[in-house]
C-alpha cells in the first residue's frame, strides 16, 4: 500500500463537511424553558463544531504484543522513549520501533476533546457562536484565543499543558471547515461561515485577548496547492488596528489515506509511508511571498517538526504523526509543546497594552 495524496484540480473523496450553522438562539419568556433550550442549543454548536475528525474504525493488528499498546491518557510525551517532534531538534536519533509506537494504532480517540457545554457560553447577539474557556482557580495572567477550524484545534491540547504551567487561559471559538478568514475558505461563499466568522472576530475584538491562535495556511496538497488566502490577511488586519497579537501557525499535509492505515498495513519503515517532502512543502511557505501581512502578525512554520528535509514519515520520534488523513494526533501536537512555549514566551513576555481589557470570558 502506498500513501497517496489529492491530485491538483482533484476533490478530495470526503471533504470536510460544513457543520449545521443556521441554528437560531431561542428566547422563550420562562426561565426554566430557556435553561432547557439553551442547553440544546449547546448540545446541537458542540454537535456541529469541530469534534473529532474521523476516517474509519481502527482495526486490531493481529499478531500485536498487547504490551505494547500504551494508552494514550497513560503515556507521558514527550519522553526519552517517545519524543515526537523533538526529535527532528537535534541530539541522538531514536530508533523507529513498531512495537513502540505512540499511541497504539489500535488507539481509536487520539484527537484534541472539545470542551465540556458548561465551559461554554452562546455568544449573543449574532449567529450561534460558541465561546468556550477553561475554568481556571486563578485570575490568568494571559489570556489566549484559538480561533477557526479543527487545524487551529489540533494545537490546543499543547496549549492547555502549558496554559497549566503559567496561568494563563485558553479561550476556543471553533467551527469545522471554517477558518479563521473575513470569507468562507473551504465552502466558498457559505453564508453560515462568513457569518461565524463575523462573530468570532467580533467577540475576539470584544474579549482583547493577549494572542490570538490560528492557521497561517490552507490546502497542503501535493502540487503544491497551499496557499495564505487574502481573507486570512484581512482578519489578521482587522485585529492589527485593535493592538492584537496573532500567532499564525502552517497548516499540515492533507493526504488521500489516513499514514496511520499505511503504518497498520505496511509498518512504519515502509517507503511508501513516506511522501516526499518537495511534492507538499514549498522550500518558501506562501505567506512569506506575500507584501502586506500585519505586523501584528508571528508566523510559526512547524513542518520541520513533521517532515525530514526530505519525506514527511508517517512516525516521527516514535509518535504517530497523525490522526487520521489530514489531522494531527493529539499525542504528537503535545511533543511539540517545548516548540510552541519557545514561540509563545516572547509574544506572552508583556501583556498588551490595553488597560481596558476585561479579564474572564462572561457568561
Known amino acids: 500500500m502506498t500513501l497517496t495524496l489529492t491530485l491538483p484540480g482533484r476533490v478530495p473523496a470526503t471533504p470536510e463537511p460544513d457543520p449545521a450553522s443556521d441554528v437560531a438562539v431561542p428566547r422563550p419568556r420562562r426561565p426554566r424553558g430557556r435553561l432547557v433550550l439553551l442547553l440544546g442549543v449547546l448540545a446541537v454548536l458542540l454537535a456541529a463544531s469541530v469534534g473529532p475528525p ?24 514527550p519522553d526519552p522513549g517517545h519524543p515526537g517532534a523533538l526529535a527532528h531538534r537535534g541530539g541522538p536519533r531514536v530508533p523507529v520501533r513498531p512495537a513502540a509506537i505512540a499511541p497504539a494504532l489500535e488507539h ?39 480561533v477557526g477550524d479543527s487545524h487551529a484545534q489540533q494545537y490546543s491540547g499543547a496549549l492547555d ?39 468570532a472576530r467580533a467577540q475576539i475584538l470584544a474579549l482583547r485577548p493577549d494572542l490570538v491562535v490560528t492557521t497561517a495556511t490552507r490546502d497542503v496538497r501535493i502540487g503544491p496547492t497551499e496557499t495564505t488566502p487574502p481573507g ?15 500567532l499564525a501557525i502552517r497548516d499540515n499535509p492533507r493526504y488521500d489515506r489516513s499514514p496511520v492505515d499505511c503504518v497498520r498495513h505496511e509498518g512504519a519503515g515502509a517507503a511508501g509511508c513516506a511522501v516526499p517532502r518537495d511534492l507538499l512543502l514549498s522550500p518558501v511557505a506562501p505567506y512569506r511571498r506575500l507584501p502586506d501581512v500585519p505586523p501584528n502578525v508571528t508566523f510559526f512554520d512547524p513542518s520541520d ?5 526530505t519525506t514527511c514519515p508517517p512516525v516521527v520520534g516514535n509518535v504517530l504523526v ?23 514566551e516572547p509574544l506572552l513576555a508583556a501583556p498588551a497594552a490595553r488597560p481596558d481589557a476585561p479579564r474572564g470570558i462572561g457568561r
Do not use: K, Y
Not at 488523513?325 to 512555549?341: D, E, Q
Open 305 to 309: 517538526h513533521l517532515c525530514t528535509p
Open 322 to 344: 497523525n490522526f487520521d488523513a489530514n489531522h494531527l494526533s493529539a499525542t504528537f501536537t503535545r511533543t511539540l509543546g517545548p516548540v510552541l512555549s519557545e514561540q509563545l
Open 232 to 246: 486570512f490577511v484581512r482578519a489578521w488586519r482587522e485585529l492589527d488596528a485593535a493592538g492584537i497579537r496573532v
Open 161 to 199: 499543558a502549558l496554559a497549566a504551567e503559567r496561568h494563563w487561559q485558553v479561550v476556543r471559538m471553533l467551527r469545522g471547515a471554517c477558518p479563521f478568514s473575513t470569507a468562507s475558505e473551504t465552502a466558498p461563499g457559505s453564508p453560515g461561515c462568513i457569518a461565524w466568522n463575523a462573530a
Open 108 to 146: 481509536p480517540e487520539d484527537w484534541v476533546p472539545f470542551p465540556a457545554p458548561q465551559e461554554c457560553r452562546v455568544a449573543d447577539p449574532g449567529p450561534p457562536l460558541l465561546v468556550c474557556g477553561e475554568e481556571t482557580p486563578w485570575p490568568p495572567v494571559r489570556r489566549i484565543v484559538v
Open 54 to 77: 474521523r476516517s474509519g474504525p481502527f482495526t486490531t493488528v493481529p499478531g500485536r504484543d498487547a504490551a505494547a499498546e500504551v494508552r494514550l491518557e497513560r503515556l507521558p510525551v
